[in-house]
C-alpha cells in the first residue's frame, strides 16, 4: 500500500532535511586550512568584527576575496598573528604593506604603516605597525586586510589561526575526509542529490 499524500509529504521533507544537513557537513564552504590545532592571536583588539570573510576565486584572476577583513580604526596597532620574520615592511602600489613569515606558512597585513623592519622577529601579538585609512577595503570605514599563505601560492583562510574559521569535521582516525557523493533521495516522483565540492588551491603574487 503506498502511503497517504500527508504521509509522503513528511517522509519526503524530512529525507531533504538529513540531506541538506549532511551537505553542511560533509561539504561545508570551500577553503584550505593549514591542518593544525589554532594557536594564533587576533591583529586588532579589543576581537574585531569581520567585515569580510574568505571567499577565494575559483581561477586566478577571477573575482573573490584571498583573505579577510576585519574593522579596525585608524591609528589602531597591528598585530602578529603568530610569531616570525618580517620579510616585507614597506609600500605597494602606495599601501601600506607588513609581511611576517612563520616557517611554512606567512601572514599578510595591510593598509598599514609599519613599525618593523625586514629581517626583525616579532612574538605572536607583537605590533607591527598601525592601521591605515587608504586602500582599505571597506573604505570609508578603515579595515584591516588580513591574509595567510602556505607555500609559495596557497592561499588559506586566515581565521583558523585564531579558531574562527569554518566548522569542518574529520573522521575519529584523524585522516583527510574523502570527497563523497551521497546516493539520490527518492519519494514519489520528487528527488534530490546531495554532494560535496573539491577543496581550493589558489595562486596571486604577493610577497
Known sequence: MRPSSPLRIL???TLLAVAAAVLLVVSGPAYADPGTAPDGVWPLDPRP???SRFDPPETRWGAGHRGVDLAGHVGQPVRAAAPGRVTFAGRLAGRGVVVVDHGGTRTTYEPVAASVAVG???DAGGTLGRLELFASHCFPRACLHWGLIEGAEHYLDPLTLVGAGPVRLLPLDGGVPPVARLPTLTS???SATVGSGPRMRLAEGLP
Open 11 to 13: 517522509l519526503l521533507t
Open 49 to 51: 568584527e569581520v567585515v
Open 120 to 122: 626583525d622577529t616579532v
Open 188 to 190: 514519489g516522483n520528487v
